[in-house]
């Protein structure tokens, strides 16, 4: 049969000799068709290489199937499993997932987020930009016409629901693990002051350290960018302090990884020198030496569980105030960590 981009499903009705609502029903899932009639009607779709007009199908049904995924940063390897989650989700449920990354750009995540509502996408998985507060456009935006699911961001004036780590009690059993080891000047590179979760791993720093009845050191407290140049800068000027750190704290992996670089250069050895830990694992920090001890956020759950969200607020299945689902960490001990009067716990 010779190709056809022009078919449209009345044709696909005669040549499969069923009714345009057989075609339909095929096309949308939409109903119980036999398998024979089914792959009747497929073949013929393959045949003449038809493809649905989704667009105007959307415009119809109000329902694209699709949707909507921001995130800051594609090259930081967190992230992956985060899109993986919410991806493995959707696609169960015969939704596509489309992700716009903004290198944590304001500019470039209002304009996808524009951009998917032009679309008309069901739903809205958002990893914004670092803000104290939620962006204007967000402020601004209907959740009642296209759902909105944050994932660890948090928003209280915001109506949107949020799943998150917990940042707080993640980092507090970080610091904690390390001052129970005999530490008792750790230092930590924290994320920039406006982020919401970089706020609450250095309150859970502060938090270890009141409960060892040790005092919060302002000079042990270095502000970075979540980035790896940050990480090694700010790792390098706790280093050179008259009486240095004897482990280190960073909160996230590439600026963990950064601070390794900044040990090894001040002539230090991890962990005999200096102790780290990271707030996020890698699988590959089981692979280097030394392996490096890390919180480990749920990132899989944390997708997974934004999809599920969703997908019940785009169905109505849940109606209602904003929701706020918070999932735990998991603290890996490794070498990296090992020190002194280091005992396992």
Known sequence: MPLNVMANAKQ??????????TVSHVLNNSANVSPKLRERVLKVVRDLNYHPNTLARSLKTRKSNTVGMVITDITNAFYPAVVRGAEDVLIREGYTLVVGNTDGDAKKEEAY????????????????????????YLARHNPEETPVVLINRDYPSLRADAVLADHLEGSRQAVSYLLDSGHRRVGIVTGPAQHVSSRQRLRGYEEA????????RPELIREGR????????????????????????????????AALRAIFDAALRCPEDVALVSFDDLEWFDLIQPRITAVAQPAYNLGATA?????????????????????ET???????SHWGHFRET
């Open 307 to 327: 999809a599920e969200i969703l997908l019940k607020r785009i169905s109505g299945q849940l109606t209602g105030p904003p929701c706020r689902s918070v999932l």
């Open 226 to 257: 979540f980035d790896i140049k940050s990480g090694y800068d700010q790792t390098k000027a706790l280093l050179a302090l008259p009486e240095r750190p004897t482990a280190v704290f960073l909160c996230n992996a590439p600026m963990a990884m």
């Open 330 to 336: 998991q603290l890996i001990i490794r070498e990296s």
């Open 113 to 136: 987020y524009r951009t998917f509502v032009a679309k008309r996408v069901d739903g809205l998985l958002l990893i914004t930009c670092p803000t104290e507060y939620p962006p204007a």
């Open 12 to 21: 696909i009705a005669v040549l499969a000799r069923v009714s345009t609502a």
């Open 209 to 216: 350290l009141r409960d060892h009845a040790l005092p919060v």
